[in-house]
């Protein structure tokens, strides 16, 4: 399984981004898909997670402006994020898991950028 992320960039607090997650096979099979973002010196952060169900589910840090949503047709996982501020700089990793076959697969990272 290969997941490509895209969509980072560099924008103005305020503004928004919209981040993809590609995966190479039907992402159908998948239980949970999300983002995690990394920032140097702090923990990995769960920003987003959708079930097969179309369950969502995010930390108070993000919710109510970001938005993860799937397109099982384009195999593609995308994460919404409206409003953001500089604290939402960091590097976004998208990973999707079977539970019943674990460890997680995870996209190489994609850097967001916001400056005040």
């Known amino acids: 399984v290969q997941l490509q992320a895209s969509g980072g960039g560099l924008v103005q607090a305020g503004g928004s981004l919209r981040l993809s997650c590609a995966a190479s096979v039907s992402i159908s099979r998948f239980d949970r898909m999300g983002w995690y973002r990394r920032t140097p010196g702090k923990e990995r952060e769960l920003v987003a997670v959708i079930t097969s169900g179309g369950i969502t589910n995010y930390p108070d840090s993000v919710k109510g402006r970001f938005t993860i949503s799937r397109d099982n047709a384009k195999n593609t996982v995308y994460l919404q994020m409206n409003s953001l501020q500089p604290e939402d700089t960091a590097v976004y990793y998208c990973?999707?898991?079977?539970?019943?076959?674990?460890?997680?697969?995870w996209g190489q990272g994609t850097q967001v950028t916001v400056s005040s």
């Open positions: 990973y999707v898991e079977q539970l019943s076959a674990p460890p997680p697969y």
